[in-house]
């Protein structure tokens, strides 16, 4: 009998994209504190817009959010301009440094963010799972054009077995999509 290789995903990175300027903060953290309690399980890293991944740029919090709507609404364009450029750049750094991305989608609410992460994870050839709400008949049709419909996944539990899956070697990881360092290059905890 064959032996199955466990922990495939170990020591990857996820990064968690999603609504977040239209939706009730609570929301934007509670699913991504789920995730990361499941990636922790499978020793996956977890990054996210919403913590401090990276020492030099800024956390996108609520407080910094109103800060920035109020500036709008004072006209000071020039000052959101530039904080929204430090953030747009922190985000697009963390898809370039995930091997892969889970992306929970709200139809119903604007996020021009989050869509220009999906266009740079599939530039990227980044392997994504894209959880669509309300439901999967509210897939916008472009995106049906950019991703396969493997990609789309009813609820975040599918994207967990799915990730089970791929962890366990169940299901297989394939090379287009995933780019799994070798041990030798998983940096040591200081």
Not at 1 to 15: G, I, Q
Not at 81 to 107: A, G
Not at 143 to 163: E, I, T
Request: hydrophobic share 40%; net charge positive.
């Amino acid at each position: 009998m064959a032996t199955v290789n466990r922990n495939k995903l170990a020591h990857t990175r996820v990064y968690l994209a999603g609504n977040l300027q239209y939706i009730n903060p609570s929301e934007a953290v509670s699913w991504r504190e789920d995730v990361k309690s499941f990636c922790k399980m499978l020793n996956i890293i977890c990054m996210s817009p919403i913590e401090r991944v990276f020492s030099n740029f800024p956390v996108e919090s609520p407080n910094l959010q109103a800060e920035l709507k109020g500036k709008i609404k004072r006209g000071n364009l020039s000052q959101v301009h530039r904080k929204m450029k430090e953030i747009r750049r922190r985000d697009l750094s963390m898809i370039d440094h995930s091997n892969f991305v889970i992306i929970v989608l709200d139809t119903a609410r604007p996020t021009y963010g989050t869509v220009e992460e999906l266009v740079v994870a599939e530039k990227s050839n980044k392997p994504v799972f894209i959880v669509v709400k309300p439901n999967l008949k509210h897939i916008p049709l472009w995106l049906l054009g950019m991703f396969k419909p493997n990609c789309f996944y009813r609820s975040l539990s599918h994207v967990k077995d799915a990730l089970l899956s791929l962890d366990s070697g169940e299901s297989k990881l394939d090379k287009k999509h995933w780019k799994i360092f070798d041990k030798k290059y998983i940096p040591m905890k200081p």
